[in-house]
């Protein structure tokens, strides 16, 4: 289960988590981008893919969609929180409703889907949630504002669920990529080899959820070769 699956890092993890066998679910805003990637992925894998169109900055969206994923066949082994929206600027001059739209997607959405699911991965006996946080849930830059508070806050909440769930036997783990090549990045002047590839990032989210039950990766760090941008 993901959100923001049709683009960037979370159409990466989608790929490689049905390369693996797994069905998916996947949420996104556009719907007929979600239609595209369930033709794709069903096509490609041979794999179930369950699609809904979702505004994660919505709580009645969310919840619906929480309650959709519910009503599947089927159990959450895998939660991956991973919409988020970025909007530039400085905490002293950004426009207005920044911080709300930011906390809103990147905070809110996470909770809220995470609150809706979490009774059913608990009685499960077992689960993994990621949450899509960003090396500027550690690192605040000029240019950052309201987006480092939402993934400062994010990283948080991460922190509190992998304390409340371990003896769930529920792994938690927060990922903190830093500048990964997608659609937001298109039309950069730097080149495109000088950032990370989504697909790394898929690989080591898939990396941290084959770890023996033994063992769980709280935090995954990554930024490009050469440092940050």
């Given at each position: 289960?993901?959100?923001?699956?049709?683009k960037?890092?979370?159409?990466?993890?989608?790929?490689?988590?049905?390369?693996?066998?797994f069905?998916?679910?996947?949420?996104?805003?556009?719907?007929?981008d979600l239609?595209i990637?369930?033709?794709?992925?069903?096509?490609?894998?041979?794999?179930k893919?369950?699609?809904?169109?979702?505004?994660?900055?919505?709580?009645?969206?969310?919840?619906?969609?929480?309650?959709?994923?519910?009503?599947?066949s089927?159990?959450v082994?895998?939660?991956?929180?991973?919409?988020?929206v970025?909007?530039p600027?400085?905490?002293?001059?950004?426009?207005?409703?920044?911080?709300?739209?930011m906390?809103?997607?990147n905070?809110?959405?996470?909770?809220?889907?995470?609150?809706?699911l979490?009774?059913?991965?608990?009685?499960?006996?077992?689960g993994?949630?990621?949450?899509?946080?960003?090396?500027?849930?550690?690192?605040?830059?000029?240019?950052?504002?309201?987006?480092c508070i939402?993934?400062?806050?994010?990283?948080?909440?991460?922190k509190?669920?992998?304390?409340?769930?371990?003896?769930?036997?529920?792994?938690?783990?927060?990922?903190?990529?830093?500048?990964?090549?997608?659609?937001?990045?298109?039309?950069s002047?730097?080149?495109?080899?000088?950032?990370?590839?989504?697909?790394?990032?898929?690989?080591?989210?898939?990396?941290?959820?084959?770890?023996?039950?033994?063992?769980?990766?709280?935090?995954?760090?990554?930024?490009?070769?050469?440092?940050?941008?």
């Open positions: 289960m993901i959100t923001g699956g049709t960037g890092i979370g159409r990466a993890i989608v790929h490689r988590f049905a390369q693996e066998g069905d998916i679910v996947a949420s996104a805003r556009g719907g007929a239609l990637l369930k033709e794709l992925i069903e096509e490609q894998y041979k794999v893919v369950h699609v809904s169109p979702t505004d994660m900055s919505d709580k009645d969206e969310v919840i619906a969609f929480g309650t959709f994923i519910r009503n599947l089927g159990q082994e895998v939660l991956v929180n991973n919409a988020g970025f909007i600027g400085q905490i002293i001059d950004e426009k207005d409703n920044a911080l709300e739209q906390i809103e997607t905070l809110y959405g996470a909770y809220h889907l995470t609150r809706v979490i009774d059913d991965i608990i009685s499960n006996g077992r993994h949630i990621f949450n899509m946080c960003s090396t500027a849930s550690i690192m605040p830059y000029e240019n950052g504002g309201s987006y939402s993934k400062y806050a994010l990283l948080g909440m991460t509190v669920l992998r304390e409340e769930l371990k003896s769930h036997n529920i792994k938690v783990t927060a990922i903190l990529p830093g500048a990964t090549y997608t659609a937001s990045w298109e039309g002047d730097l080149p495109e080899e000088r950032f990370m590839k989504a697909d790394d990032v898929a690989s080591a989210v898939w990396g941290a959820y084959a770890m023996s039950d033994s063992t769980v990766i709280e935090e995954i760090l990554m930024r490009p070769q050469l440092g940050d941008i």
